[in-house]
């Protein structure tokens, strides 16, 4: 079983970027998906997450309206599309499965079943 994010890169304030989640090994259409972030000397956080039962999205406040999460179920693959970019915005992010829906717990990571590696997103100028 594997996650592999990319679609990471360096990229001016308000700028896009698309990250993917690709996985092998498992079918995310069973799970839920999670897209989390963590700055330097910042914890991890929640960034984004869709859930296995209906595709509700859940959105932590400082991305909504810019940020969207979908997949697609062909390509065995989860999306972060990220509009309007921001320098707060530069982390690692990485993706993970979860068990349970968008909860009020997925922020904090509970229930994940599989991590994937991250990708490095850079917002400077």
């Known amino acids: 079983v594997q996650l592999q994010a990319s679609g990471g890169g360096w990229v001016q304030p308000g700028g896009s970027l698309r990250l993917s989640c690709a996985a092998s090994g498992l079918s995310l259409h069973y799970f839920t998906v999670a897209w989390f972030r963590q700055a330097p000397g910042k914890e991890r956080e929640g960034v984004s997450c869709i859930s296995v039962s209906d595709d509700g999205t859940d959105y932590v406040d400082s991305v909504k309206g810019r940020f969207t999460i979908f997949r697609d179920k062909v390509k065995n693959t989860a999306y972060l599309q990220m509009h309007s970019l921001k320098p707060e915005d530069t982390a690692v992010y990485y993706c993970?499965?979860?068990?349970?829906?968008?909860?009020?717990?997925?922020?904090?990571?509970?229930?994940?079943?599989?991590w994937g590696k991250g990708t490095q997103v850079t917002v400077s100028s």
């Open positions: 993970a499965t979860r068990y349970f829906p968008c909860d009020s717990e997925w922020r904090q990571g509970t229930g994940i079943r599989n």
